[in-house]
């Protein structure tokens, strides 16, 4: 099973930019899907994209584009996410979820497995 | 607001049966896009409980169940126990958003 750590909590001012990693062990990270999900406080799941590390070029929903980027190195089997331009609405618990193999349907995507999970903390 | 319409909350005694119902619309759950079904805990990551309907990750126990019809989909527990007690969200894509999306998701409370 393959297991994603992410690195440790972060606090931030207002209008900086975040960048949180996510390390896959295993050696399918190159052709699985790696997504950001984040739950911000009293609030529901929200998706903020994903890649496939093998084809690059990742996939953003309209409400983060131009505000997120998620790249991968597959050399290292290490995901990011950068969140630039940030508020205290930004203020979540980030995760890293994977997900692949067979039986897996690249539209609908499920998350097969999840990293701890990284606290922003964004204040001034 | 989400394109997945979830319950906000639900409750149950330990030992009983409570549904999760997930409304969506032809732009995702109708155009036959596979749902999947999430649990979060407090103070833990999110673990995947049902994917493309009724199928259950290994580890998943079998008291819980999925189905789906039309625009919506459905999550049963049975046999509650007490460490049931957390969040529970669907999710699939949308054609119209053109990506994945999340239910607001529906809070258990295991009385």
């Known amino acids: 099973q393959v297991q994603l750590v992410q690195s440790g909590a972060e606090v931030k001012k207002p209008g900086s930019s975040v960048k949180v990693s996510c390390k896959a062990s295993?050696?399918?990270?190159?052709?699985?899907?790696i997504n950001w999900v984040r739950r911000a406080p009293g609030q529901g799941l929200e998706w903020m994209g994903r890649?496939?590390?093998?084809?690059?070029?990742?996939t953003y929903p309209q409400r983060f584009r131009g505000r997120v980027t998620i790249t991968a190195d597959e050399v290292t089997s290490t995901a990011y996410m950068e969140l630039s331009g940030l508020t205290s609405e930004d203020t979540a618990v980030y995760y890293c979820?994977?997900?692949?193999?067979?039986?897996?349907?690249?539209?609908?995507?499920?998350?097969?497995?999840w990293g701890q999970g990284t606290l922003v903390t964004v204040s001034s | 607001q989400s394109v997945l319409t979830q319950p906000p909350s639900v409750s149950g005694a330990p030992g009983q049966r409570v549904t999760f119902s997930c409304t969506g619309s032809?732009?995702?759950?109708?155009?036959?896009?596979?749902v999947h079904w999430y649990q979060h805990l407090a103070g833990t990551a999110p673990r995947l409980l049902i994917y493309?309907?009724?199928t259950r990750p290994s580890g998943v126990p079998d008291r819980f169940s999925g189905s789906k019809s039309r625009a919506s989909a459905s999550l049963v527990i049975t046999g509650l126990q007490p460490e049931d007690e957390g969040d529970y969200f669907c999710?699939?894509?949308?054609?119209?958003?053109?990506?994945?999306?999340f239910g607001g998701g529906t809070k258990l409370t295991v009385l």
């Open positions: 295993g050696d399918t990270f190159s052709s699985h899907a």
């Open positions: 890649i496939i590390p093998m084809f690059g070029g990742a």
């Open positions: 979820a994977g997900g692949g193999g067979p039986g897996y349907d690249f539209w609908s995507g499920r998350f097969d497995y």
């Open positions: 032809s732009s995702n759950i109708g155009s036959n896009y596979d």
């Open positions: 493309g309907e009724n």
């Open positions: 999710q699939t894509y949308d054609r119209s958003l053109n990506g994945l999306v």
